[in-house]
């Protein structure tokens, strides 16, 4: 089972709002859950640009060219 994109986590944390002003407040785990990994995800890839940025920055003083993979689960 492949690992659920970011899109999707934001969408069923939608969702999951609509169910609990729907249905109450039971669901709030689910939702704090939800929203945690939202959190994790996007700081997971703001320190993944900011590390290409450095990376980027020294391989242009020194020079010399860094080969950046594509990571396609961090926007």
Excluded: W
């Excluded at 020294?58 to 396609?72: D, E, M, V």
């Amino acid at each position: 089972m492949r690992e659920p994109t970011l899109d999707e986590i934001i969408v069923a944390r939608d969702e999951c709002a609509r169910i609990i002003a729907r249905f109450g407040d039971q669901y709030l785990p689910i939702f704090e859950r939800l929203e945690n990994e939202i959190e994790k995800r996007e700081k997971d890839g703001a320190l993944f640009r900011r590390a290409l940025k450095i990376a980027t920055q020294n391989a242009t003083q020194s020079a010399t060219q860094i080969r950046i993979p594509f990571n396609s689960h961090l926007k």
